[in-house]
């Protein structure tokens, strides 16, 4: 049995983070928090889901946070996401092109990789429409 797609990706975070982990997935990324089950609210972490978007943030006693493997997002205006990431104090780091996108590499409030990719050539097709112009 072949398996079908992913459901969601679990990241780790220290225990307490969960205000930091809302301000940083829900209020920058813009992926609203959805309720924990009960049972695995417990445990602490918290859940952020749009549609197929799944990000569930775990907390771990001994954390220690991911740098090299880590989820990609498709975004839909990069440059302005990175500004307000900038503007909340998260540099971001480029990396060698990878065609057809442009990236950027963020780390969340613990140290987690982020990478944050948009089709090349969005933000233009974007503003042609925006324009009337036609192709």
């Not at 771990?60 to 205006?77: G, I, S, W, Y």
């Not at 969340?108 to 090349?120: A, S, T, V």
Request: aromatic residues 8%.
């Amino acid at each position: 049995m072949p398996v079908e797609a992913p459901d969601h990706v679990q990241l780790a975070m220290p225990p307490g983070g969960e205000d930091a982990a809302r301000r940083f997935y829900a209020g920058l990324l813009g992926i609203p928090e959805v309720p924990k089950p009960a049972h695995l609210a417990e445990r602490g972490g918290c859940w952020f889901e749009r549609g197929a978007l799944k990000i569930h943030l775990g907390a771990e006693q001994d954390f220690r946070p991911v740098r090299k493997a880590h989820p990609a997002f498709l975004v839909t205006d990069l440059d302005a996401l990175i500004a307000s990431l900038a503007d909340a104090g998260f540099t971001s780091i480029e990396d060698e092109p990878l065609e057809g996108y442009d990236r950027r590499y963020v780390t969340d409030p613990f140290g987690n990789r982020i990478e944050l990719m948009q089709p090349c050539g969005a933000a233009m097709m974007i503003d042609d429409s925006a324009s009337g112009s036609a192709e």
